[in-house]
């Protein structure tokens, strides 16, 4: 799509806020448009990374698990984190990697509530790694209109 | 607006007589996410002439942010009103929905004030964050400080013991997140494991705790006083180390620095607290409420998504919050969990 979407966001975004916004009353409906056009502004900032970040995360969640394998005790589970390891992204519509994604989170929890319970210097390496993971998957879902 | 003015004009006259000349002015405004906010203008006759009083009805809606008590945002006002905390005066409760379809209760509008919590960086307010700061942590203070049978609140609402209040709090956010995430939340399912595994010691005190005491949730002005605390819909008794923590967390910093609320940094902040409540921040305690906090604000915008997603409520400051909130809160639970890397 041409102009790029990125671009037309940017201009819809710059124009509800400097030109529209000012000039709708009640407050409340300008704090409405004001809000949607930082909701653009924002759309804008996930846009170009939107299936990057989703398909990099279901990636090293699936190599955490293949990991996870030799550390973990409940054979149900180790199945579980054997057949999701096996996995990969073939369909890279954003629902089909949000699926994934979802899929693969809620996995993670129970794989990291299973560690917190094993007593050994693997299951603490495998929490640190669960850790790490956790913080990067902050980082890519930053934007930059947060506070922190 | 004008039916809507007719028929808040109906129901002041229910409550005043015929006093009541018209009402005017009515306008929806930002005040909170949980309750429609309208401000308007209450005029009447008596034998003085007439009288013109700006006034705010607080409605409930079909869907809110945070689904909470009426009458106990209503009775938290009354009970502070006149005190060292500021807030403004309450007048009407109203809980049959046929004179506006839904409950409300209308207070005192206190003008041309600015609320909005980023403003405090911005000019000419920024040049009075340091006293704005002392006021906002004394006030909170003083709330904790304060009786909460004295206050007229016990009874109100419910009751809670030292013992028992942490597990209250951590129950009914946890609850709320298993109904309304919309997505596996595999940081803020650890700090909530954590918390569990570390209780903290009983409460100090039964307080009353305002709930959402935040920089945005006061109205200021230009020289950095602060004229009324809003936004009670979430008090309760509790922990008085609740509301502190919840003040202090990370997702409030406005101006991406270490001033909690933008305002002053945490050190200080909580010294503030201490000395004008006559309560010690226990270093320990306080992290765990830090982290409880974490919890809450996670419920709280998981479930500010749900509504917009389900069609509950669609004001598209519920879609923002969640954007903006839910990743800055797993980095402040992180970052409380010594894990932010």
Known sequence: ?148 | MSELADRIADYARHRLGDAVERVDGVERIHGGASRETYRFRLHTRDAGGSRERRLILRRDPPGSLIETDRAIEFNAYRAFHGTSVPVPEPLWLEEDSRWLDHPFFVMEEIPDLEARPQMVVAPPYDAHAEKMGLQKWTILGEISRADPQERGLVGVMEGVSAEGAWERELSHWVGVIDEDELAPQPIVRAAIRWLRAHPPPPAQKIAVVHGDFRTGNFLYDTEGRIHAILDWEMAHLGDPLEDLAWGINRVWCWARDDRVGGLLPKPRAIRVWEEASGLRADPEALHWWELFSCVKGQAIWLSSAREFQDGKNQDPILALAAWMQVNAQDRAALELMGRLT
């Open chain 1, 1 to 148: 799509m041409k102009p790029e979407i990125s671009r037309v966001l940017e201009v819809c975004a710059i124009g509800l806020m400097g030109d529209v916004a000012p000039h709708v009353a009640p407050s409340y409906r300008q704090a409405t448009v004001f809000s949607t056009a930082v909701i653009l502004s924002s759309v804008r900032e996930e846009l170009d990374r939107i299936a990057e970040r989703r398909v990099v995360e279901n990636a090293a969640l699936r190599a955490l698990f293949a990991d996870a394998t030799s550390v973990v005790s409940d054979p149900g589970l180790r199945q579980r984190l054997e057949s999701a390891s096996a996995g990969s992204d073939t369909d890279y519509r954003i629902s089909a990697l949000d699926a994934a994604n979802d899929a693969l989170r809620a996995l993670l929890i129970e794989l990291h509530v299973q560690v917190e319970s094993l007593d050994s210097d693997a299951a603490r390496r495998l929490e640190s790694e669960i850790w790490r993971e956790l913080s990067k998957s902050t980082e890519r879902r930053k934007l930059s209109l947060g506070a922190f």
